[in-house]
């Protein structure tokens, strides 16, 4: 009956089953796009805020102020800490003042967390 009375174009087609695969895939790879998009704008948030706030409160303002639903916020401050709790990246290859590039540089044994940039500085 639903048929008769809506035209056809709103409602989608059966895909293939290969194109329902794409689909998928590219959706997971747009929302793992958008969570690395979120995790590392709430990182700058927390080095924006957490003189003030601490970084636990900075992600919570950031998830609060986005607005984002439940589930993506959970992900987001999931990540957002594990990101925080890992060494600092290091930069790699140095190079000399000749231009030649020596090994890379060891990793710091540093964590993310603000408190131990304070404690280095």
Avoid: C
């Avoid at 998928?24 to 979120?38: D, F, K, S």
């Amino acid at each position: 009956m639903l048929l008769r009375l809506l035209p056809e174009t709103l409602f989608h087609p059966k895909l293939s089953q290969e194109t329902a695969q794409r689909v998928r895939v590219a959706q997971a790879l747009a929302e793992e796009a958008l969570i690395r998009t979120h995790v590392a704008n709430a990182l700058h948030f927390i080095d924006l805020l957490d003189p003030e706030l601490g970084f636990e409160r900075a992600i919570e303002l950031y998830v609060r102020e986005l607005m984002l639903p439940e589930a993506l916020g959970a992900v987001v401050i999931n990540r957002t800490l594990v990101t925080l709790s890992q060494p600092a990246p290091f930069a790699g290859a140095a190079a000399d003042d000749d231009g030649a590039t020596s090994a890379p540089a060891a990793p710091s044994a540093d964590l993310r967390f603000p408190e131990s940039r304070r404690r280095r500085a």
